[in-house]
């Protein structure tokens, strides 16, 4: 008997710890169907609770979910209105159930930006999950990483300007510390769904080394077995970080 897609992602020594998904072709999933864009929001709903629940069941560290970049608040404030409306049912709806499934809740981006009913459901999402130690699931919302850097950079100015920090020992480090993602690895994989082939800004510091898949794949398709593929595909892979395939087979 052949093995099962799961057995084979979890018998390889390689195995990713930090997944990040760029969630594209919601709208584009309805008009396919001639429905209203809200109907692929809706829709996308169903792929995050599975690819979620697959998750923590083979053991990935943490889930990141670029849910609402800051450039979509230009979008027709009609989508945007019902986007915050289920959003705060998402997640009034599922925090139990991601409670009891030891799912720790977080966010990065501005949430000051969305509407202070979203705010509030978010934050006490995250308070009820705060000490779990299963799946770290991260929404990135109104987010843009641009603007992280740029706040970053500004932060840093700031403690140069007060005597706490010297400019030569700027680093790398001392960078990474000022961002939303100070205390989250780096991601392993980064997925996107509905073809195209950017990264819209999101998380550009810290997918220097990340390995991309995009898929063809509108996000309320995408489902167990297109996140195992993803998975296998990323296995696959010679991770080499600047350094030659012969040096880290060595």
């Known amino acids: 008997m052949s093995k099962s897609l799961r057995e084979q992602i979890l018998e390889d ?9 760029i969630m594209d072709g919601n709208g584009r999933w309805a008009k396919k169907r001639n429905l209203p864009r809200v109907s692929g929001h809706k829709e996308g709903i169903n792929s995050v609770r599975e690819i979620v629940r697959i998750c923590g069941e083979i053991g990935i560290s943490y889930l990141t979910l670029y849910t609402f970049s800051s450039e979509n608040w230009a979008r027709p404030k009609i989508e945007v209105s019902a986007i915050m409306k289920l959003l705060l049912g998402t997640i009034r709806k599922e925090i139990n159930n991601l409670h009891q499934n030891n799912v720790r809740l977080s966010s990065i981006g501005n949430l000051q930006d969305l509407p202070s009913e979203s705010r509030r459901g978010i934050v006490e999402g995250m308070e009820k999950t705060k000490n779990n130690t299963g799946l770290n699931l991260i929404l990135a919302l109104s987010y843009g990483s641009r603007q992280e850097l740029l706040m970053a950079v500004k932060r840093i ?14 680093s790398e480090d001392i960078l990474s510390q000022e961002l939303y993602t100070s205390n989250i690895p780096d991601p392993d994989l980064l997925i996107r769904t509905g073809g195209e082939n950017r990264i819209s800004n999101f998380l550009l510091w810290q997918l220097a080394y990340t390995e991309l898949f995009m898929t063809n794949m509108f996000w309320p398709d995408f489902r167990e077995k297109a996140l195992l593929e993803a998975i296998v595909d990323y296995q696959s892979r010679q991770r080499r970080f600047g350094q030659t395939g012969e040096q880290v087979s060595a």
């Open 157 to 170: 100015a700031v403690k140069i300007e007060s005597g706490k920090l010297e400019s030569k020992y700027i």
């Open 13 to 21: 020594e390689i195995f990713p710890s930090h997944i990040a998904i």
